[in-house]
C-alpha cells in the first residue's frame, strides 16, 4: 500500500518543483531599494528579506516592463528569486499596480 502511494506522491511533488523552476517566491512591502538590492518585509511575521538584483532582472507592474527607479519604499512586490549560498537573486520583480490617485499624494 505504500509503496501504491508512494510513486503518486513523487510525481505530484517534481511536477510542483519543475513548476517552480527552482525559484523561490517573496512577497511583501519595498522596506529599501537601490541600484542592486531590494528588501522586502513580509507582511505576516515582519522580517525583512534582502533580495539582490542585477541587469537581467525583470521588472513588471501589471503587464508592463518597468525599471527599479520606478519601484519605491511601500510598494507591494512579488518577486521570484533563487537562493544560493543564503541570498536571494532575483528573476523577475513583480509591482503591484496602482491607481493614479495613489500617486498623486
Known amino acids: 500500500m505504500k509503496r501504491l502511494l508512494a510513486a ?3 510525481l505530484v511533488l ?3 518543483a519543475f513548476a517552480h523552476n ?3 517566491h517573496i512577497m511583501g512591502t519595498v522596506t529599501a531599494i537601490t541600484a542592486t538590492s531590494i528588501d522586502v518585509k513580509n507582511p505576516k511575521d515582519g522580517k525583512v528579506t534582502p533580495v539582490v538584483t542585477d541587469a537581467k532582472t525583470m521588472w513588471m507592474r501589471g503587464k508592463d516592463m518597468i525599471t527599479a527607479k520606478d519601484v519605491h519604499t511601500g ?4 518577486i521570484h528569486a533563487k537562493k544560493v549560498d543564503g541570498k536571494f537573486f532575483a ?4 509591482v503591484g499596480t496602482t491607481t493614479a490617485a495613489a500617486h498623486s499624494h
Not at 510598494?75 to 512579488?78: K, P, Q
Not at 528573476?91 to 513583480?94: G, I, M, R, S
Open 91 to 94: 528573476a523577475e520583480v513583480e
Open 22 to 24: 527552482g525559484m523561490e
Open 8 to 10: 503518486p506522491l513523487a
Open 14 to 16: 517534481s511536477v510542483s
Open 75 to 78: 510598494d507591494r512586490v512579488a
